[in-house]
């Protein structure tokens, strides 16, 4: 029987976030001479605030280098980054390493492929709607809105909801 996503949302200490796909919506804006944008959502970021001011640690983990996450972590007040890995599942062992959460309180966002070992690692595994397929299919819980588009807030959200005491 499986565990209801609220139930395992009740214990998350750490949440940790894929980027391009996750916060973002996965396009990638270069520009002439290599610089790169991306768009964010604020409500997204508003949403990490508030479950890092609820005790939740974050962690960010892409497969791709950008100086643009890295300041949007800054401005967020996420201390946990960690850009360029492909192989995230050795990463994500390292998060753990470094805030001594264990896995199973742990909520990891994914929306690709490469995102799929640590969904499954985590103690509580999240897509976002726009998902592949089969990231959809294994995760514990799947967003309603898309990367990019309130996603993270979505989760962010279910895992405050989950901490309230007089939850439903």
């Known amino acids: 029987m499986r565990v209801a996503p609220k139930d395992l949302a009740a214990r998350i200490r750490l949440a940790v976030f894929d980027v391009d796909g996750v916060m973002t919506d996965g ?9 790169e944008m991306k768009v964010f959502h604020a409500s997204d970021g508003l949403g990490l605030k508030r479950l890092m001011q609820a005790g939740v640690e974050v962690a960010f983990l892409s497969g791709r280098q950008s100086a643009v996450v890295a300041e949007r ?13 492909e192989d995230k599942l050795p990463v994500f062992e390292q ?3 470094a805030t001594g959460i264990a896995a199973h309180a ?7 492929l490469p995102d799929l070992p ?5 103690g509580l595994g999240i897509a976002v709607a726009n998902a592949a397929s089969k990231v959809r299919e294994h995760a514990d819980f799947v967003t309603s809105r898309p990367g990019g588009e309130g996603a993270v807030r979505e989760v962010c959200d ?9 939850r439903a």
């Open 27 to 35: 396009r990638l804006y270069l520009m002439p001479g290599g610089e």
């Open 73 to 85: 972590a800054a401005a967020l007040g996420v201390q946990y980054v960690y850009q360029g890995h």
């Open 95 to 97: 998060i753990l390493s």
């Open 106 to 112: 742990t909520a990891f966002t994914g929306d690709d």
């Open 118 to 122: 640590v969904i499954l690692a985590a």
């Open 158 to 166: 279910l895992l405050l909801d989950a901490r309230s005491p007089g």
